[in-house]
């Protein structure tokens, strides 16, 4: 069974930092690529960040030069390092793991439970 469990959410000034942590267990974490959404209230969902298998990334604009993804096949682990956070970063952040075929192809979907980034101005 796949889990993801995310971790390193809460409370922070404006200007500060929080580095968000997804841990997998149950899946073969070399043959995925990652990604970061969230949802603020009334807010729909939206993708911060993604990670290919081979280490690519993608990122919304919003965030561009304040976020990093970054992952640890070795840990099953994807991270996101969170500098400058404004207030309009908070939300429930959650964490995405697609499962890919041989071929490349996302066969299946993950998710965390989220966790709740909360920026105080």
């Known amino acids: 069974q796949v889990q993801l469990v995310e971790s390193g959410g809460g409370l922070v000034q404006a200007g500060g930092s929080l580095r968000l942590s997804c841990s997998a267990s149950?899946?073969?974490?070399?043959?995925?690529?990652s990604a970061w959404y969230r949802q603020a209230p009334g807010k729909q969902r939206e993708l911060v960040a993604t990670?290919?298998?081979?280490?690519?990334?993608i990122y919304a604009d919003s965030v561009k030069g304040r976020f990093t993804i970054s992952r640890e096949n070795v840990k099953n682990t994807v991270y996101l390092q969170m500098n400058s956070l404004e207030p309009e970063d908070t939300a429930v952040y959650s964490c995405n793991v697609g499962l890919l075929n041989p071929y490349g192809i996302r066969i299946k979907d993950y998710w965390g439970q989220g966790t709740q980034v909360t920026v105080s101005s």
């Open positions: 990670i290919s298998s081979g280490g690519s990334t």
């Open positions: 149950g899946i073969l974490f070399g043959l995925t690529t």
